[in-house]
């Protein structure tokens, strides 16, 4: 027997043995989130009881705590911060998309004197820490009077060098052959860009889509730098404040937070598929 053909078949016997330890590393890395569902949809005196002993299913379910924090409008507008946090993250992401497409293009195709350099310092970029730019971006934010409004939350994170970075990646691997065709057909590198690259590149554009808009839905120091009025808040701003302001409340914070987590867990379900793709054909177009 082969050494191949006896790897084979190794594998194939303890494959199954092999998902147990990662069933058990999934479940462990769950156990927050399921903890914070069960919390959520316990009453306050069944949330008491876990301090002294724990235990994971509510006796009984209760959706009270969702109804206390979606009714306290006035002093928690949860809507108003989901309605933010919507449409910051879909603003965003979408605005990263069109930069960041375009400057990988220009750094994937284009002849240009210094591409190369200029690209090595970009990527270097990536070292720096976000949190050492918060307060020149604050001081720029509050020069051009953008300061508590959407501009300051959407513009600043409208692009990105890892999504540069991924789409120049994934435009290498397209073949130039496509593009020479679309030239001789008379199309500009602009309309190659719309109707060749894009189309060819859909699941890099889904796994980037989906990685900036976690991101952004997730921000913390942005909005709370950026930002002083109730109703420009975000999401997790708003949990932050509830926690403050309800700090032996346990049942509304996870009611919010749970409120927090169910769209992120729900365009991550729908689009994992591509995340992986995107991500591995990137992978192989590096080499």
């Keep these: 027997m082969s050494l191949s053909r006896r790897g084979r078949r190794f594998w194939k016997e303890w494959q199954p043995w092999l998902h147990l330890p990662l069933l058990l590393f999934a479940f462990l890395f769950m156990m927050p989130i399921l903890w914070m569902l069960s919390t959520s949809l316990k009453a306050p005196d069944d949330i008491v009881r876990d301090l002294a002993s724990v235990h994971w299913m509510p006796h009984p379910a209760t959706v009270a705590n969702f109804q206390d924090v979606l009714g306290k409008v006035e002093e928690f507008p949860v809507w108003r911060w989901t309605g933010n946090s919507l449409f910051i993250s879909l603003t965003t992401t979408a605005l990263v998309l069109i930069v960041d497409s375009l400057a990988a293009f220009a750094y994937a195709r284009l002849k240009w004197k210094g591409r190369d350099i200029i690209f090595a310092v970009l990527l270097a970029t990536m070292l720096v820490p976000g949190q ?136 991550f379900l729908l689009f994992q598929r591509h995340i992986i793709k995107g991500i591995s054909l990137t992978g192989m177009a590096g080499r």
């Design 132 to 267: 050492a730019l918060l307060i020149p971006t604050y001081l720029l934010v509050r020069s051009l009077g953008w300061f508590d409004t959407y501009a300051a939350l959407i513009v600043p994170a409208g692009a990105g060098t890892f999504g540069v970075f991924l789409l120049r990646q994934f435009f290498q691997a397209i073949p130039q052959e496509l593009e020479e065709a679309a030239r001789i057909d008379g199309c500009t590198s602009l309309g190659i860009l719309r109707h060749v690259v894009l189309p060819l590149s859909l699941p890099a554009l889904a796994a980037l889509s989906i990685f900036t808009f976690i991101a952004t839905w997730n921000a913390f120091e942005g909005p709370l730098l950026f930002t002083d009025s109730m109703e420009m808040r975000t999401l997790p701003i708003g949990i932050a404040i509830f926690q403050g302001r309800y700090s032996t409340e346990y049942g509304p914070m996870m009611a919010a937070a749970t409120l927090a987590a169910v769209p992120v867990i729900i365009a």
